[in-house]
């Protein structure tokens, strides 16, 4: 099978580089499976979990959004952060979710709006990924 490069860089840390067999991720624009050959694009990604299968087995791991560039048979990924699920603190993403909804109940301007939003979201996916082992 042809693998592709997948490169995961936050500002704190290279979080992976290595070959894998596929990925899947969540751009603003919805789901998106890369195999080896894919087409090169550039998206936006959302606060979600991305899997990957390396050696036959799949990982995953929580992103808070950033942008993924697909080029000849690589995938680099730049987030503000990524976690394994080892990595989350459940304590403290409930405790973000429970502030975020309090922030978007709270109903102030639209900017607090979409900043409430997009905390809620990071916080949905960290403990999304926290709680279940990938497959």
């Known amino acids: 099978m042809k693998l ?5 860089t936050t500002p704190e840390r290279e ?7 596929s990925v899947t991720l ?8 890369v195999l080896a050959d894919h087409m090169p694009t550039v998206v936006a990604l959302n606060a ?10 799949w990982r995953e791991a ?12 690589r995938v ?21 979710k429970r502030r ?12 607090e709006y979409i900043r409430s939003t997009i905390a809620l979201q990071r916080a949905l996916t960290r403990l999304a990924v926290s709680k279940r082992e990938a497959k």
Request: glycine share 10%; no cysteine; proline share 3%.
């Open 100 to 111: 975020a909804e309090e922030r978007i109940r709270a109903r102030q301007s639209e900017v």
């Open 15 to 21: 979080f992976f580089d290595g070959d894998v067999e």
């Open 62 to 73: 929580a992103l808070s959004g950033g942008f993924a560039v697909i080029e000849n048979e």
């Open 26 to 33: 969540i751009s603003t624009e919805g789901g998106l499976g």
């Open 4 to 8: 592709t490069r997948l490169h995961i």
């Open 48 to 57: 979600a979990p991305l899997r990957f299968k390396a050696g036959g087995q």
């Open 76 to 96: 680099s990924i730049l987030s503000d952060t990524a976690e394994w699920p080892e990595e989350i603190e459940v304590n403290r993403a409930l405790e973000a």
